[in-house]
């Protein structure tokens, strides 16, 4: 077997068929890219499609797999951020996750783990020098293995409550994981966890109004969030909006997931505290429909935008109501009309948290709680992502095309950090050769996932259509999960759903917005053509994911700093041959080894374009660290994937033992 890599030239030239447009006399589409297809606006299309890209090995930008670490075999923060946050990945994650495949599912969850495996249980101590004990049931700030943080670790941490709006939100990604994959032994594992996140959670309810009581820095995006400051100066918990509008969407998926365990009677108890949590919302609603941010026990309302006291627009939560619906149709049209007429919510054409600055935080609003900087009227692309969704559902999205062509503007310069200051105007990092934060990641993920919604149900999938009307045909050429099944989608024509059709059959449960797949009647491998308007059936097209690494050629010479790294890589490559040949090649193993040599490509490929100058210009820096940037992420895959295989040697699991069987041998030839 010949165990040699590509040629540099090679592997360039099939990556630029994957990502051009189609070079054919008379292409069928305005558009057509590896991911996403069709006619119309084509510049909407080749947005999405460049979304699409940045989850996937690329040579232009910088991708999901550079925030691969073998420490824990999954996903970090950031070359500068050691850890894993919940408030941070809420965003990116939720919004990528039904497009996730191997090793990313794998991944995400490992990350998740960590919040998980240390979770509060009244006994575990935090991370020095807080040394918390956490209550039974509450998450964290951020975790990485042995480490775990329970409170927001920045700011007066003597003042700060326990995570409590995180824990509503890991609460979130988890059952919305879950719900996705539907594998009954992970479901019975993580239940008994999430039941006491939900737990912790009722134990902060009023049951004189039904509303939930945090304490300073208990929001989700902390530390802004102070409290009531009491006449005597000192701090105590008030009632706030965010913690029930998470708190609503995570009973949403966890009475779900209930169900899918067959377990009504638990379900039932979690709905009548969802229905409790709603009937308090109204006491945290404005006269214009928009959610105040807190209510103070003495009736002080926080976030009437225009009031003398506390008179700011509290964005996080008001888009977070719409983007997990726990707004309904009109009162979120109403959210959108208030945003909408505050430019200063978006000057640069992305979400800042708060407009204009806070009046109510426990420090004064200077340095790094300066309006305009952080948690004070900053940009966080993880509740950008969240706007998108909001953008999508009310069919803004125009809206959603600005947040994305903005990103662009830092992604072609290797800036993909939040950029947290000047109103999402500059990078948080500015001093860094290159940025890269896993936030940044939320905006292509809410871009692609904005148009379906996809709402998981314990029996079925509710697809939403949220197409731009400029797009008359587009196709989605990447499956969507749900369980073990791919779902294609594709939409003809623009408006109303006014028939769908299943792998060319007629499917007749769907109404003029909303499209209902129950699993037991879903193919495995299903192209769903969306009609819209009165449109009529396409000719029939075939459905085909993103192309695999091929199997791999020779490559005499290459790079000369990079031997070792194609040694390393030949071994993994005949090992994804052999997983391949014995049936195992759709697993995670195979997927971790195909990324790897895939990652490798993209590095090589960005070599011959930085040569070639056709590259985007870096200064001398900057190239120097994205040419890092790329060695690196193969080394850590390879590293990372060759701990794995080495710890299944004495594993129990029979499965793993084959696996390791297959990975000896392929050392060996």
């Not at 191997?102 to 991370?127: C, I, K, R, Y």
């Not at 966890?254 to 409790?276: C, D, M, S, W, Y």
Request: aromatic share 10%.
């Amino acid at each position: 077997m010949n165990s040699k890599l590509p040629r540099p030239l090679t592997i360039l030239v099939l990556l630029a068929l994957s990502l051009a447009v189609s070079s054919a006399a008379q292409p069928r589409y305005d558009y057509e890219g590896r991911f996403f297809a069709g006619r119309g606006d084509a510049d909407y299309l080749e947005l999405l499609n460049t979304a699409r890209r940045m989850f996937e090995p690329d040579p232009e930008y910088q991708n999901m797999a550079m925030f691969y670490l073998p420490a824990w075999n999954g996903l970090v923060e950031g070359p500068t951020w050691n850890a894993w946050w919940i408030q941070n990945s809420y965003g990116p994650t939720y919004c990528a996750l039904p497009f996730w495949r191997e090793p990313f599912v794998t991944f995400v969850q490992n990350s998740q783990d960590l919040w998980f495996d240390q979770m509060g249980d009244g006994h575990h101590v935090g991370a020095p020098p807080w040394n918390d004990v956490a209550p039974v049931g509450a998450l964290c700030d951020c975790a990485r293995p042995g480490f775990i943080i329970y409170k927001q670790g920045d700011g007066r941490t003597d003042l700060h409550d326990w995570g409590v709006e995180f824990t509503a939100a890991g609460l979130v990604l988890q059952c919305e994981a879950l719900l996705i994959a539907r594998d009954p032994a992970a479901i019975a594992r993580y239940l008994p966890k999430l039941e006491r996140c939900a737990d912790f959670l009722e134990s902060r309810r009023d049951p004189r109004n039904s509303l939930y009581l945090a304490g300073a820095a208990g929001n989700l995006l902390a530390p802004s969030h102070a409290g009531w400051k009491k006449p005597d100066g000192s701090y105590a918990p008030s009632y706030l909006a965010g913690l029930s509008i998470t708190t609503i969407a995570a009973l949403d998926r966890l009475i779900e997931l209930e169900k899918l365990a067959g377990r009504p009677e638990r379900a039932q108890v979690l709905a009548t505290r969802r229905e409790l949590s709603r009937r308090g919302l109204p006491l945290l609603t404005t006269r214009e429909g928009y959610f105040l941010k807190s209510l103070d026990p003495d009736g002080t309302p926080h976030g009437v935008y225009g009031a003398a006291r506390h008179g700011y627009f509290e964005a996080v939560v008001n888009h977070d109501a719409i983007c997990f619906r726990v707004s309904d149709d009109a009162q979120s049209q109403a959210i959108y009309s208030q945003i909408a007429a505050l430019p200063g919510l978006r000057p640069y054409d992305l979400i800042i948290t708060n407009y204009p600055s806070l009046d109510d935080l426990y420090t004064e609003p200077t340095g790094l709680w300066e309006f305009g900087r952080w948690v004070n009227g900053g940009h966080w692309s993880t509740c950008e992502a969240r706007m998108i969704m909001a953008y999508y559902r009310l069919g803004h999205t125009d809206d959603a095309r600005r947040s994305m062509r903005r990103i662009l503007g830092f992604a072609r310069q290797f800036r993909m950090d939040n950029n947290l200051t000047h109103f999402g105007r500059d990078p948080y990092q500015p001093k860094e050769p290159i940025n890269c934060v896993y936030d940044a990641w939320g905006i292509p993920a809410a871009f692609i996932r904005g148009l379906f919604e996809y709402l998981y149900q314990a029996d079925r999938l509710v697809i939403l259509p949220h197409v731009p009307a400029g797009i008359t045909r587009l196709e989605q050429r990447f499956p969507i999960r749900f369980g073990s099944k791919q779902l294609f989608l594709t939409t003809t024509g623009t408006g109303a759903i006014t028939g769908v059709r299943v792998n060319g059959q007629p499917w007749t449960q769907h109404d003029a917005r909303q499209l209902f797949l129950p699993y037991d009647q879903v193919p495995a491998r299903a192209q769903i053509e969306l009609l819209l308007g009165g449109a009529t059936p396409a000719a029939a097209e075939s459905a085909a994911g993103p192309a695999a690494a091929s199997s791999p050629a020779a490559l005499p010479g290459g790079p000369a700093d990079l031997p070792a790294l194609r040694a390393r890589l030949a071994k993994i490559s005949r090992l994804q041959a052999r997983l391949a040949a014995a049936g195992l090649g759709d697993g995670y193993e195979a997927a971790h080894a195909r990324l790897a040599i895939e990652c490798f490509a993209a590095c090589e490929a960005r070599r011959a374009a930085v040569a070639a100058g056709t590259a985007t210009r870096l200064t001398d820096l900057a190239l120097a660290a994205a040419d890092h940037a790329y060695v690196l992420t193969v080394e850590r895959l390879c590293e990372g994937l060759e701990a794995v295989l080495n710890s299944y040697a004495h594993a129990a699991d029979p499965a793993k033992q084959r696996v390791a069987a297959l990975w000896t041998a392929a050392q060996a030839e």
